[in-house]
């Protein structure tokens, strides 16, 4: 038996067991899918996820189960506690979707960096990110995401997860919803990364940290969906909620750990051959920690043809394409500001 099908038949020790129930399952995208379903019991529902465990990952679980773990990490076998990243879909997606729209690029992150990527799927294609005025199943009926994903890094600790280096991302939906675990989980998680997402309105001021938590913000200033300036969240006529402004978003980040005011540090670097301009911003923090938002700011050389939902995709597929001017064509002046308190680490 190969290490991952050894870590994967294991896993119903943990109550989470292979599944055909994941959303994407009943999908095309399944047959690109790089990742398998799983489902376990969590308050009283059936939550489905996809998990990506790349081989240096499956390797490191079997030798923690074997005993091998922190022998074989000292000797530079590479079976050490593994990083584990969750991704959070958009309304309306779910994780199949996700690992698709990426273009499984977080698969490839795992192949470098040995970590596992978990695909959630959230209950009618939602999270219940704190905003309690959206019409959305999660917050319909109250759905316990908070508490499922605080869970799932013990439920999936078979595959000998680091409980140092456990991360969350997300997109639009899931970006809110990362924000929340950055607010009401940042005693399990090591740090999270919102695509086109800001915190909302609702979460701001109840908002507590239990202690300071890395956050990468990225947001289009075009994006017709997730106001770069804040105010209602509007998808086609139905509104979905409020949010801060990207800008009032980081300030309220920065001031919950008694941060300072963002300053310019140094002045705005142009590249005239791409159109693209960036600046650094950075507070300073208590004890000598500094905040950093560095803004990107990427022409949109593809002209009117796409639609605003197209560019919306395109950003969320390439996002650090486009932030190193690769592929400078997502948005429309995108800017993306990428914040966190202190140094970030590595996977």
Same mark, same amino acid.
């Given at each position: 038996?190969?290490?991952?099908?050894?870590?994967?038949?294991?896993?119903?020790?943990?109550?989470?067991? +292979?599944?055909?129930?994941? $959303? &994407?399952?009943?999908?095309?995208? #399944? !047959? /690109? *899918?790089?990742?398998?379903?799983? =489902?376990?019991?969590?308050?009283?529902?059936?939550?489905? +996820?996809?998990?990506?465990? $790349? &081989?240096?990952?499956?390797?490191? #679980? !079997? /030798? *923690?189960?074997?005993?091998?773990? =922190?022998?074989?990490?000292r000797n530079?076998?590479?079976?050490?506690?593994?990083?584990?990243?969750?991704?959070?879909h958009?309304?309306?997606?779910?994780?199949?979707?996700?690992?698709?729209?990426?273009?499984?690029?977080?698969?490839?992150?795992?192949?470098?960096?040995?970590?596992?990527?978990?695909?959630?799927d959230?209950?009618?294609?939602?999270?219940?990110?704190?905003?309690?005025?959206?019409?959305?199943?999660?917050?319909?009926e109250?759905?316990?995401?908070?508490?499922?994903?605080?869970?799932?890094?013990?439920?999936?600790?078979?595959?000998?997860?680091?409980?140092?280096?456990?991360?969350?991302?997300?997109?639009?939906?899931?970006?809110?919803?990362?924000?929340?675990?950055?607010?009401?989980?940042a005693?399990?998680?090591?740090?999270?990364?919102?695509?086109?997402?800001?915190?909302?309105?609702?979460?701001?001021?109840?908002?507590?940290?239990?202690?300071?938590?890395?956050?990468?913000?990225?947001?289009?200033?075009?994006?017709?969906?997730?106001?770069?300036?804040?105010?209602?969240?509007?998808?086609?006529?139905?509104?979905?909620?409020?949010?801060?402004?990207?800008?009032?978003?980081?300030?309220?980040?920065?001031?919950?750990?008694?941060?300072?005011?963002?300053?310019?540090?140094?002045?705005?670097?142009?590249?005239?051959?791409?159109?693209t301009?960036?600046?650094?911003q950075?507070?300073?923090?208590p004890?000598?920690?500094?905040?950093?938002?560095?803004?990107?700011?990427?022409?949109?050389?593809?002209?009117?043809?796409?639609?605003?939902?197209?560019?919306?995709?395109?950003?969320?597929?390439?996002?650090?394409?486009?932030?190193?001017?690769?592929?400078?064509?997502?948005?429309?002046?995108?800017?993306?500001?990428?914040?966190?308190w202190?140094?970030?680490?590595?996977?």
């Amino acid at each position: 038996m190969t290490p991952f099908a050894a870590v994967m038949s294991s896993l119903s020790i943990a109550a989470v067991h +292979l599944s055909t129930n994941c $959303p &994407a399952d009943r999908a095309k995208v #399944a !047959s /690109a *899918a790089e990742t398998k379903c799983y =489902a376990m019991e969590y308050g009283g529902r059936e939550r489905t +996820l996809r998990i990506y465990v $790349p &081989a240096q990952a499956g390797r490191a #679980a !079997s /030798a *923690a189960r074997d005993g091998r773990g =922190a022998s074989a990490a000292r000797n530079g076998g590479g079976a050490g506690p593994v990083p584990l990243v969750l991704v959070l879909h958009g309304s309306g997606g779910d994780g199949g979707g996700m690992e698709w729209v990426s273009q499984r690029g977080f698969n490839r992150i795992a192949d470098r960096e040995g970590a596992v990527i978990v695909y959630p799927d959230g209950i009618g294609k939602s999270w219940n990110d704190g905003r309690p005025d959206v019409s959305s199943a999660a917050v319909k009926e109250s759905v316990d995401d908070l508490g499922w994903l605080r869970a799932l890094p013990a439920a999936l600790a078979v595959f000998n997860i680091d409980k140092k280096r456990v991360y969350a991302a997300g997109m639009s939906n899931g970006g809110l919803m990362s924000l929340r675990l950055a607010c009401d989980a940042a005693d399990v998680f090591a740090a999270v990364a919102p695509v086109v997402a800001n915190m909302s309105v609702d979460l701001a001021p109840v908002c507590k940290p239990a202690r300071p938590i890395p956050v990468l913000i990225m947001n289009g200033t075009a994006d017709p969906i997730m106001p770069f300036a804040g105010g209602p969240v509007k998808v086609l006529w139905f509104k979905r909620g409020s949010v801060l402004s990207t800008n009032a978003t980081v300030a309220r980040l920065a001031e919950l750990e008694q941060c300072g005011p963002l300053r310019n540090d140094g002045g705005l670097v142009s590249d005239p051959q791409n159109e693209t301009s960036v600046v650094k911003q950075v507070a300073q923090c208590p004890g000598g920690a500094r905040s950093t938002c560095t803004r990107f700011a990427v022409a949109d050389t593809r002209g009117p043809v796409a639609s605003p939902i197209s560019r919306r995709v395109s950003w969320a597929r390439s996002v650090e394409r486009s932030t190193q001017t690769r592929r400078s064509g997502s948005f429309s002046r995108d800017t993306t500001c990428r914040y966190r308190w202190r140094r970030g680490r590595r996977l």
